[in-house]
């Protein structure tokens, strides 16, 4: 009778839940709804940044092609391959003295936060994607993505740092999604041992 209840009780339990075995998991629809909303907007925000602003602005050097120049040299043009030469020259401008200092402080934090928010949402919402390996290899699929979409549409450049940048970025939101997770479930432990 007893093994009944039991295995009753842990098939009512979500297996991918963040709460330990034992305790129910209250969901939270408001929360659930909020995060949703977050995310359409976070998706809105990063399509705007990437590629929107430089359409309505007419930055892109599609909408000012010079004749001479054929596409494919244009591509060219806008890939670097070269780990770290980016990040390197932007921290050289990081001196108080430097005029372009600003532009370079905007453009190595802006890289870092722009996928760190797709390091929470992710694994928040697609429980598989909990794993390091996995999550890693999603976000460095989505990045790439980005860079290849900005340069063969020359509404941006294809970097290599952007993407070590990016990824370091969302891997920080990966670590802190973990480090919520890992505090959620010693707080429920924590009060079941006490009840």
Not at 70 to 86: A, G, N
Not at 91 to 105: D, E, G, I, M, V
Not at 109 to 121: A, D, E, K, S, V
């Amino acid at each position: 009778m007893t093994k009944r209840r039991t295995d009753s009780s842990k098939s009512a339990y979500n297996k991918n839940s963040s709460v330990p075995d034992g305790v129910p998991e209250k969901r939270n629809y408001f929360f659930l709804f909020l995060m949703i909303l977050l995310f359409l907007c976070y998706l809105v925000g990063v399509l705007y940044l990437v590629l929107g602003e430089r359409l309505l602005h007419g930055e892109s050097s599609r909408f000012h092609r010079v004749v001479n120049i054929p596409y494919w040299k244009q591509v060219k043009q806008h890939i670097q391959p070269i780990p770290f030469r980016t990040i390197l020259l932007y921290a050289s401008r990081l001196k108080k003295s430097n005029p372009l200092r600003r532009h370079a402080f905007v453009n190595l934090t802006g890289n870092l936060i722009l996928f760190f928010p797709m390091g929470i949402f992710l694994p928040y919402f697609f429980p598989k994607q909990r794993n390091l390996f996995r999550c890693s290899a999603v976000l460095i699929l989505m990045i790439c993505c980005v860079e290849i979409t900005q340069v063969f549409t020359l509404l941006g450049a294809c970097d290599i740092d952007d993407l070590i940048l990016n990824y370091a970025g969302a891997l920080c939101g990966f670590l802190c999604f973990q480090i919520f997770r890992f505090i959620r479930r010693k707080f429920h432990a924590g009060r079941t041992t006490k009840s």
